[in-house]
């Protein structure tokens, strides 16, 4: 039986302390990432939408504020992304009038694309030569791998089942994400519909230790040191940790999320698929509820596209209740304002037998 060993894992990063800040699509900030790098850890920028121009400007931002390494996130087509039809746009549209309305716009017309096509988001992603790339969605493809070592990118995947994991171990990355069913965001799977690789963390950890001999990275509902010291019983080298860190004052949250995290209850998430078209968990607020009531909800990405216009507007006008308040089932453990004390509180929960090389 084996107990984590954060050597595995900072030796595979290039990092002092295994605690990785989770990358936020849409909503990480160039100043938190740096901030959990220049401590030591690894911070990362989460790439979701971001064109080439957009990844090779935050790269540089980051390389302004920090010399340390840091991880660049993307999610990898699946294959399963579909644009909605001109009836599903419709009837998607028509049920999201009232949150139009409310955050006074009208209803868009579709774009001329939804998403960066990922080749174009990748080759920037080499430019930028970021310590790491860490990557949802799916095991990528042996080339992908090759270009990324080829440039001293270590590749990280994420796993919500042992198959998953075993597939991204056999497939070649550098470390895997075990994340938990606690997790805050969308479910990552890839090989069984999301809604059926619902593992818990204290479950999916210690499998994956024994299936895979890459380093081990749990995330899901962490927030403290007692969720580090029971990742790595379990078999952990390191931690991922959202929720805590979004909480932070250097995050780009809203108050109206950070109220959400300290008032929503373990149980007051929800997976929903209502504001993306994916499963992903955030509280049930307003919007959530109007969209799962309505019934109509879009294919990915289209969905996440057009809540996408309401959503940016009501995170500028405060309105908690019209954005996707994604948050896990720890978050009323997060209790700092400095996204340092965050990190302290983690590394407090570092076993000292896991220091050992
Ligand atoms: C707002 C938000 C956006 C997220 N976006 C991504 C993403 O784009 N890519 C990714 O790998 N994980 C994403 N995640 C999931 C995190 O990487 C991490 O697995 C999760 O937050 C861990 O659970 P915790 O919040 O309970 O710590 C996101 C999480 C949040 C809160």
């Known amino acids: ?43 990362s920028y989460g790439l979701y939408g971001y064109d080439a121009d ?10 302004v504020q920090t010399d340390r390494p840091f991880g660049l996130n993307l999610w990898l087509p699946t294959g399963t992304e579909r644009d909605a039809t001109a009836d599903e746009y419709a009837r998607a549209v028509g049920t ?48 992908t791998i090759e270009a990324a070592h080829d440039r001293g990118i270590a590749v990280v995947g994420t796993a919500t089942t042992v198959d998953e994991a075993v597939a991204l171990a056999d497939g070649g990355v550098d470390a895997v994400v075990a994340t938990g069913a606690e997790a805050a965001g969308h479910r990552v799977s890839f090989l069984q519909p999301a809604e059926h690789s619902l593992v818990g963390l204290m479950a999916l950890v210690p499998q994956v230790r024994d299936a895979v001999h890459i380093p081990v990275i749990a995330a899901g509902g962490i927030a403290d040191r007692r969720g580090v010291a029971a990742a790595f019983a379990l078999g952990a080298d390191g931690v991922q940790v959202g929720t805590a860190f ?39 607020n307003l919007a959530v509820r109007t969209l799962e009531e309505a019934d109509a909800i879009a294919p990915f990405p289209t969905q996440n ?53």
């Open 96 to 143: 999201m009038l009232p949150l139009f309305a409310e955050v006074g716009i009208e209803p868009p017309a579709p774009p001329e694309r939804y998403l960066p096509p990922f080749q174009e988001q990748f080759e920037a992603v080499l430019e930028a030569r970021p310590a790491v790339l860490s990557l949802v969605f799916g095991v990528p493809d042996a080339r």
């Open 54 to 63: 957009r990844i090779r400007t935050t790269a540089h931002a980051l390389r």
């Open 246 to 284: 979004l909480h932070a004052r250097q995050s780009a949250a809203n108050d109206a999320h950070r109220r959400a995290i300290e008032e929503t209850p373990a149980h007051g998430s929800v997976l929903t698929r209502a504001m993306s078209g994916r499963l992903s968990r955030g509280a049930r």
């Open 305 to 357: 596209w057009l809540t996408g216009r309401f959503r940016a507007l009501a995170g500028q006008q405060g309105k908690g209740e019209l954005q996707s308040l994604w948050l896990g089932q720890a978050s009323r453990l997060a209790r700092f304002d400095d996204a340092g004390d965050v990190f302290a509180e983690l590394v407090a929960g570092i076993p000292n037998a896991a220091r050992r090389p």
């Open 1 to 43: 039986m084996q107990t984590g060993s954060a050597d595995r894992l900072t030796r595979t990063l290039g990092i002092d302390v295994p605690v990785v800040l989770a990358p936020f699509g849409g909503l990480s900030s160039v100043e938190l990432t740096a901030r959990v790098s220049e401590l030591g850890g690894l911070g």
